[in-house]
């Protein structure tokens, strides 16, 4: 008979060969938190419709027809809705890994297990959302005759960029909240904040030239910039720029696994 003996510190050696073995877990886990998202809701799933089509019409409205900001010969509407694709991705996906662990308190405190494959599990429901809504986008392109071109297959990458955005804020913030409950009303604060200081009702290319680099410095720019450069073929603040998004997407990442994996021991005892 196989016995599997747990010792203090005896996992950290192999703490990332566990993440792949415990991956029936993250799918069972992912499966779980997708059925519950949909479970008893009148709409289902297309509230993944909803939420990003009149999010759309209304900055459409406010950016497109009142201000009337440039969208570089792309109809306002997907100009705005190609943003829109990876801010709910984003928005949803922070939102979820952000209280997962407090939301699977009974399980953490009962087994052993890579505790990172609760928060990277619950992004899996953003995905789902992200897939619906990119129906949505089909039936624009139809709409408004705009064929898609080559770099549409730049999509997984981005969208990859977009997950690793939002997990490193979101292995900070469960973590954190783990330790302090109030940090769960962060979030909101951040996704709301967050939606009117990214590039979703505007580009880029509206910003001084010499505030983006500055402006970069929000990690969502470049993914933005990105899905529009892919979707309409618009450009955004530039490669620059864009490098610079993705710098601080790869720190918040590494302090996030970091201040994550130092925390990680005492989440059993404290939540």
């Known amino acids: 008979m196989t016995r599997l003996i747990i010792e203090a510190g005896r996992t950290e050696k192999h703490y990332w060969a566990d993440l792949w073995r415990y991956r029936e877990l993250f799918l069972m886990l992912a499966w779980r938190d997708v059925a519950v998202r949909y479970k008893q809701t009148v709409i289902g799933a297309a509230w993944a419709v909803v939420r990003p089509l009149l999010t759309m019409i209304v900055f459409s409205v406010i950016f497109g027809r009142i201000a009337r900001l440039p969208s570089g ?3 306002y509407p997907l100009f705005v809705f190609a943003a829109m694709l990876p801010w709910m991705f984003f928005s949803n996906a ?9 939301a699977n308190e009974r399980l953490i405190t009962k087994v052993y297990f890579p505790r990172m494959v609760v928060p990277a599990s619950s992004v899996i429901v953003s995905m789902i959302d992200f897939m619906v809504s990119f129906l949505i986008l089909v039936l624009m392109f139809i709409y408004y005759h705009h064929a898609p071109t080559w770099r549409l297959l730049a999509l997984p990458a981005l969208l990859l960029l977009a997950f690793l955005a939002a997990l490193g804020p979101g ?20 996704v709301q904040f967050g939606l009117y ?10 910003v001084p030239e010499q505030w983006r680099p500055l402006y970069s410095l929000n990690p969502m720019v470049g993914v933005i910039d990105g899905f529009r450069w892919a979707i309409c073929g618009t450009g955004g603040a530039g490669w620059l720029c864009f490098a610079v998004s993705a710098g601080v997407t790869a720190v918040l990442l590494w302090f996030g696994v970091w201040y994550f994996r130092r925390m990680e ?3 059993a005892d404290v939540i």
Do not use: H, K
């Not at 922070?94 to 407090?102: H, I, M, Q, R």
């Not at 292995?171 to 951040?190: E, G, K």
């Open 73 to 75: 010969g792309v109809p």
């Open 94 to 102: 922070l939102t979820e890994a952000s209280g997962s662990l407090v």
């Open 171 to 190: 292995l900070l913030i469960t973590a954190l909240n783990v330790q302090y409950r109030d940090f769960r009303y962060v979030i909101p604060f951040i």
């Open 197 to 206: 200081v990214s590039p979703v009702g505007f580009g880029s290319n509206v």
């Open 265 to 267: 021991r005492s989440f």
